[in-house]
């Protein structure tokens, strides 16, 4: 299942990068309205958050892939990401173990040792990672522009009513 999951987050990897470069030229043009600050960094957390739940389907369904592979057919054995052992640890592998999360590939070693399968896997969780935790930044930004013009708006109506009573005063 997740490997249909991850075919479907590389098609949509296309249309994810044409939204994006539709909304950098769409803030590039004039003529666009004054709180545009504000809704491009709402809009790019989304962005950000989607990226992320995107590479980590990728991940997910190459995991998955990976255990897939190494329990069927002719020459399976051992499990491709941990051919890459050295010779003598190879020969004490007694099988393997998909972890999906965080993303990896362990493969299990008589005696009970557990060493980490070379793969994508670490770039995966980074890049997920990296993705959600821009989405969080993002979002907390939104919060603090908010908060911004919140104060802004009262210490410009506070200083506002200050000077029509003293222009009232005045006369």
């Not at 005696?111 to 821009?134: C, D, E, I, Q, S």
């Not at 907390?140 to 210490?155: I, M, N, P, S």
């Amino acid at each position: 299942m997740f490997v249909l999951l991850m075919y479907a987050a590389v098609l949509a990897i296309p249309l994810w990068g044409i939204a994006v470069v539709v909304k950098l030229i769409s803030v590039a043009v004039p003529g666009r309205r004054p709180d545009w600050g504000r809704d491009l960094l709402r809009w790019s957390a989304g962005m950000a958050a989607i990226a992320a739940v995107m590479v980590y389907a990728i991940g997910l369904g190459s995991v998955q892939w990976d255990a897939s592979e190494a329990e069927s057919g002719a020459g399976s054995a051992p499990a491709d990401p941990c051919r890459s052992l050295p010779p003598g640890t190879l020969d004490r592998l007694a099988g393997h173990e998909p972890s999906y999360f965080p993303l990896g590939f362990d493969c299990l070693l008589d005696g009970g040792r557990v060493v980490a399968a070379h793969g994508p896997y670490t770039l995966f969780n980074a890049l997920a990672a990296a993705f959600a935790l821009a989405a969080v930044l993002l979002l907390l930004a939104v919060g603090f522009l908010d908060e911004y013009r919140a104060r802004a708006e009262t210490k410009a109506g506070r200083s506002g009513d200050s000077e029509a009573g003293d222009s009232e005063a005045r006369a």
